[in-house]
């Protein structure tokens, strides 16, 4: 009987808690972490080094960060919201095509504003951001010679090999430097590589040798700034 007391007076405490939420720190976090996300994502722009589209990548960071603001906010108001949060979580899958590390590392930066900002920790936030922002930043000019390498070269194909790639581009690129490598299911591959062409007519040889390898050959070139 004791123990169906206990939970008796457990499920009460629940059913009886008063959901106490501050309307006017709610408004400023949700303002402020909108704010921070929109900074960061102008900063994954255009010091991000990932391959993917970064513009459309950083444009789900404000509502990302809002939204996790607006749970945490929610959840510590009340223990049987963040109870019942866990069950819910506990049944949901949360799958994303994170190809790269640095996504999964800016994803995780705007997640980390957005529970700091709901857990009212307001200038500690603040203070993190500025200082993460200025690592990015200064990580930029670590990879200054990278970010020099103008042209984005993805190969992707059937039945192709990376070191026949490798070698036609050692040929005709003064540059080369390998970003991304998938190995597909049916013998795709696909490859995604920084590179520099001196001229006009070793990025032609290039591309007709590429196409050579095999008649499924897809090619893009992506350029930063323009080739010339």
């Not at 457990?10 to 959901?19: D, H, I, K, M, T």
């Not at 203070?127 to 020099?148: D, G, P, Q």
């Not at 993805?154 to 080369?176: A, F, H, Q, R």
């Not at 007709?208 to 090619?219: G, T």
Request: charged share 20%; hydrophobic share 45%; proline share 0%.
């Amino acid at each position: 009987m004791a123990l169906n007391e206990q939970f008796q007076t457990f499920e009460q405490f629940l059913s009886n808690q008063q959901v106490t939420i501050d309307y006017s720190y709610l408004i400023l976090a949700l303002l402020v972490v909108a704010l921070l996300s929109w900074i960061l994502s102008r900063l994954y722009i255009k010091y991000g080094t990932s391959l993917s589209n970064r513009k459309n990548f950083s444009s789900n960071f404000v509502l990302l960060g809002t939204t996790t603001t607006l749970i945490i906010i929610v959840v510590k108001s009340s223990l049987a919201l963040s109870l019942g949060l866990v069950g819910a979580l506990s049944i949901v899958r949360f799958r994303a095509a994170i190809k790269e590390p640095e996504e999964l590392a800016f994803l995780f930066l705007v997640i980390s504003i957005g529970l700091g900002l709901g857990a009212g920790q307001l200038v500690t936030t603040i203070i993190a951001f500025v200082i993460i922002s200025l690592l990015i930043w200064v990580r930029h000019f670590f990879h200054k010679k990278e970010e020099n390498q103008n042209l984005c070269l993805t190969i992707s194909g059937e039945n192709i090999k990376l070191k026949d790639i490798t070698s036609i581009l050692d040929k005709y690129c003064s540059v080369i430097s390998l970003k991304r490598f998938d190995d597909l299911k049916n013998n795709i591959l696909e490859a995604s590589f920084f590179v520099d062409f001196d001229s006009f007519s070793k990025l032609e040889k290039t591309k007709e040798e590429l196409k050579a390898l095999s008649k499924n050959v897809n090619i893009t070139y992506l350029s930063k700034s323009g080739l010339y």
